[in-house]
């Protein structure tokens, strides 16, 4: 009720401010038996932290996962997965500066004006760094989704896009580049981009695609729980989310219904999929495709204005170790959401579908 | 869990299949003492009946209303909202001819795949009858926010788009034509492309726009649970959306910081309002404006290849009553899902927010 | 939220007041597929109903169930089952002597007291018509139970017990007299001493006991949600109902571990069973049995004094047509909370039974 | 879901094994603002925790708790307090024993058939030590309701009962004996029959009682969410608790209506209080009572036989260090859950009273 959980069979439960001990959490209902692959959660733990290259926030965060309840030698029992992931790395007096201000587009005001007070050492709750508890959790939910193959890259900097079909792109590739762009050619040039922005003290947006593969017919719940609208709640609910849409998506809306439906074939399968995978509500089979767009961080390394608790107004020059680009970071958390939604849909299904 | 219930303190539940005997649904978490305005409701369901213009279904439905329970002399008694919205005007033989056949980008394959069964009059469960459902929860859910206002609009139609900011227009010109478009030349536009459309036996998409005023601050809980990410699932759950958009939205990810920066004003209010009214997932005070976009109807009146249970591509002749464009009819469900939001997250915000 | 659903995987919500226009709920998540027997749920409804016999409620109340969604060629379809019972013989001039007063152990005036106002009709949303709605989802939930037998019985009447243990009675014997007592005997004292008590227009309390048989191992999860806590909580919230009790209940408080636990047999099964077929939550095979205890009704056919919302004590003459001794009408309403409780358990665990 | 969740609006998540690294929670839905007393969490931890007299447990549970998120300069921030509890004191070596076998009346047979595994390591998951986190949670839920007084205490062991009504009691003697029974001649006898059952290596039940006062009119919500549903629910779901009664409980069930009804006086309250405080599952601002049985604990100092999963019977001697009777250390858990469902309905109340 109060936001922190995510998920109703699958269930995460979140805690922790970015400059707090600990960031961590609760999976609940993570079915018995699996053996888990702690190298893959760790892996994913490392894409999403920052440091990782030049053109992502320089701030160090171990982000050592330590999992304290719910595994018994190496497999999950069902009982629910404690986890935790220390502060190591608090800076608090990077951000003393704004303990009575309020940044441009941040969200100090409205959790100040929400609770009456607020947790001012960085973003506090509203901090991206509660996102390594997504990423976790997601890590575990996609052992659970054996087949299913969940891809996200950056399709998008700035006016910089990726002017290929995603079919075309091999995304063994995404992971090749400090944008995670599996278009080569394009990631250069959104790393050149984003190299001048940061040195401009500016930030800017982007959007990330996710493809998701083989996934079974049946998935998601009609009317109110539709699939793409759990991933569409799921992917706005990651930090900066501006939009979302699913296979045509807004191109969809200039399109005719001659044009956009998508002929079957004798298989099921269709011979287009402007649906993106999904009708009424429901997987169909075909690939799920999206696309998410992130606005440029808000923390510039720039004079602002900012406001303050005594209702003025003040410069003032930003500082940290923020990313100018936050969509190479994003796509593991895109994929960890997207693994979410996918694993807690799975469960239910098991209920109701009438195989 | 079965998808059927929207909200969590203001929560409908709803059931019905179209050609039913008859839709309903329980308003369940509605606050005691309310004078409810019944007129109001009846007119939420005039607009989004088919029938009213030349450029909608001539499909007959009197939607007419019947509260079952809750209300005691004209105001809520706390208790649940039953109600029933008979289906008089059901034509089922208009849909034997699909008894055996799946037609494209229709939710009948993956009803029959999922369920093992599935009512095949009509869209059964599918159909957008059941989004006079959240008409009249929305209805009720508005005159719990009494000052807050919501208004909806078409704001394109195919290629046609109104191109002024919404500050431009003016939301009482929405009902006086058939498109629901506040802007009378871009209007007409619409309305003569979509009746070339219907000649055509095709249909077409387009985007409605949503604008809330008078928003108090701090509504929407942090992290999973953000004000704009359950906008996005609500309007994501409406039939035949595509994507949702807030503030910014795509827009926003093409943008650098200093740009897309909201600077404030010593009222705390904002000079400008990219991000949409919206920050950290809470509502700040300013305007909250989204867009949705519709994909076109699906069901055409012409000749579609269609999939038989016997796994064959067959020939059929669309037939029925249905819309060459859906966003004039989805006006009220965009407000009606909007409004229901608001009040669960305005009845939350009682708890939360420390005043 | 507003405790009005019952369930969380098969769920029931329900409206509807003692005097309105009608009763009726919404059953989410019953699976597909499901051919319902329709005999078997009506069957239910009479046994619940007043008027049956001359120990119980003279109301006469149709209690025709219509269900409106769901079904189709009589089998589920997975998507949500609404229902509805007209209120067919409201009498509401019974009850317009209680419209400024307060009945003594009634919930009038904590009604009014939470919600500011209150429907006086009869109990309104208090009245014990609202188990109407759980014998309905009772009876359908026992449908997708098929092998579990469930079977409540009245075990006494004021001072009145039946002086075996459970596995010495013919549940079969259960329907044969008016009481609902398995032990023709024991019912016929039973019997006789409700006449007495109803002569003096006074009402007596009494305990139902329920046996669940053939239920498979695994049933419950831990901590929270435990089997006989979902259980309790499903009983306790039956109108009059005062206590639970499960396996040895309050006799096991005074017991000794060594006279306590239950030796397996080789086989699993157990040589005991004060543990009442449910060890740490979760059922381990044997029979589950409990009790539960019902006060006497408050209603009497004799004058009492009631509170006026004037805040005088004035003496007022019960009348109506009210049940003497409730326990033998609660005998199906155990059995369709215990189908309830059953019906939710059985679905979750498709998931986290590791099978 | 899964069963590790507590409360909709103040909502406990735990997770933890008795012998793994830690324990811990999180408390999501607190209020933002409240200056946290975190030496009365501590006491209550000091209560539940084993080793406090010759009466319990000898092990030594340190029972630090560490709040890692939520609180900053010690008042509550609105976001989720995560909190760990860790296991300094696991001897897992006490447990070997029990690897392959299944102890009678206890989880671990039905662990493993549920699950398909289990950790062995002393109860796991359903070692009552998961209750500390209970502790710490309904220790924080008891600061958000400052007037309301919840007092529980032993109120029989074995066959030995307090034999005067709560109200001739003086609750701030609880403390003043290691059974916390207020009457010292009763608490007298009860420790020396425990110290005697000790001796023989066995073990007691006992009944503990619960009187909640300064309870505000309207706590509680209608049909299947009454307060006293929700209290059974809590109190069912402690580690050995085998009944739940209230007010009148099952003394209740042999009497008649005009000896039950609770008479009014003219301010509202009532002569009597055979209600135990709740009418129709609304508090009506009298005391609330409840009395909860235990059985003894299982695990004894005794040869028992226990099965091998081969299937066969061997005997085992118990050992460890395990509580001769469990109430007196049940009381504060006890109270800990009122505190829980208390809190849950005081912020529900906030929004659904009409004040």
């Given at each position: 009720m109060a936001g922190n959980s995510y998920g109703t069979l699958f269930r995460l439960t979140t805690f922790g401010e970015s400059h707090g001990d600990a960031l961590g959490g609760i999976i609940d209902g993570c079915p018995a038996g699996i053996s888990l692959d702690f190298e893959a959660i760790r892996k994913e733990m490392q894409r999403r932290k920052p440091g990782q290259s030049s053109i992502v926030s320089q701030r160090k965060e171990d982000d050592e996962v330590q999992f304290l309840s719910g595994i018994f030698e190496g497999r999950t029992t069902g009982t629910p997965i404690g986890f935790l992931i220390p502060?190591?790395?608090?800076?608090s007096d990077d951000y003393s500066h704004i303990k009575d201000t309020y940044r441009p587009s941040h969200a100090d005001y409205v959790y100040e004006k929400k609770y009456?007070?607020?947790?001012?050492?960085?973003?506090?709750?509203?901090?991206?760094?509660?996102t390594a508890c997504r990423v976790v959790a997601g890590a575990v939910a996609r052992q659970i989704l054996p087949d299913i193959k969940i891809n996200a890259f950056v399709s998008s900097v700035g006016e910089i896009f990726i002017d290929k079909p995603y079919q075309a792109l091999d995304f063994s590739l995404t992971e090749s580049n400090a944008v995670r762009c599996p278009d080569a050619a394009t990631a250069q040039k959104m790393e050149d981009y984003i190299k001048e922005i940061r040195k401009q003290g500016d930030t800017v947006g982007g959007t990330v695609t996710c493809v998701i593969q083989n996934v079974p017919i049946g998935l998601g719940e009609p009317v109110f729980d539709k699939l793409h609208a759990e991933l569409g709640k799921a992917m706005l609910s990651i930090n900066a989310v501006k939009g979302f849409e699913f296979g045509s998506g807004f191109c969809g809306a200039r399109m005719k219904g001659s044009e956009h439906n998508d002929s079957f074939n004798e298989d099921g399968t269709t011979k287009t999929n402007l649906s993106g995978g999904i009708q009424g509500g429901i997987s169909n089979g075909m690939d799920i495709y999206f696309r998410v767009a992130f606005k440029p961080v808000a923390t510039l390394l720039q004079k602002q204005e900012v406001l303050t608790n005594q209702n003025t107004l003040i410069e003032q020059q930003g500082k940290g170790r923020h990313d100018p680009c936050v969509v190479p970071r994003a796509v593991p958390i895109v994929e960890a959401m997207a693994a979410l939604v996918l694993a807690d849909f799975y469960l239910i299904n098991k209920i109701y579908q009438n195989h």
């Amino acid at each position: 009720m109060a936001g922190n959980s995510y998920g109703t069979l699958f269930r995460l439960t979140t805690f922790g401010e970015s400059h707090g001990d600990a960031l961590g959490g609760i999976i609940d209902g993570c079915p018995a038996g699996i053996s888990l692959d702690f190298e893959a959660i760790r892996k994913e733990m490392q894409r999403r932290k920052p440091g990782q290259s030049s053109i992502v926030s320089q701030r160090k965060e171990d982000d050592e996962v330590q999992f304290l309840s719910g595994i018994f030698e190496g497999r999950t029992t069902g009982t629910p997965i404690g986890f935790l992931i220390p502060n190591t790395n608090q800076k608090s007096d990077d951000y003393s500066h704004i303990k009575d201000t309020y940044r441009p587009s941040h969200a100090d005001y409205v959790y100040e004006k929400k609770y009456g007070l607020r947790d001012y050492r960085g973003g506090g709750r509203s901090s991206a760094r509660e996102t390594a508890c997504r990423v976790v959790a997601g890590a575990v939910a996609r052992q659970i989704l054996p087949d299913i193959k969940i891809n996200a890259f950056v399709s998008s900097v700035g006016e910089i896009f990726i002017d290929k079909p995603y079919q075309a792109l091999d995304f063994s590739l995404t992971e090749s580049n400090a944008v995670r762009c599996p278009d080569a050619a394009t990631a250069q040039k959104m790393e050149d981009y984003i190299k001048e922005i940061r040195k401009q003290g500016d930030t800017v947006g982007g959007t990330v695609t996710c493809v998701i593969q083989n996934v079974p017919i049946g998935l998601g719940e009609p009317v109110f729980d539709k699939l793409h609208a759990e991933l569409g709640k799921a992917m706005l609910s990651i930090n900066a989310v501006k939009g979302f849409e699913f296979g045509s998506g807004f191109c969809g809306a200039r399109m005719k219904g001659s044009e956009h439906n998508d002929s079957f074939n004798e298989d099921g399968t269709t011979k287009t999929n402007l649906s993106g995978g999904i009708q009424g509500g429901i997987s169909n089979g075909m690939d799920i495709y999206f696309r998410v767009a992130f606005k440029p961080v808000a923390t510039l390394l720039q004079k602002q204005e900012v406001l303050t608790n005594q209702n003025t107004l003040i410069e003032q020059q930003g500082k940290g170790r923020h990313d100018p680009c936050v969509v190479p970071r994003a796509v593991p958390i895109v994929e960890a959401m997207a693994a979410l939604v996918l694993a807690d849909f799975y469960l239910i299904n098991k209920i109701y579908q009438n195989h």
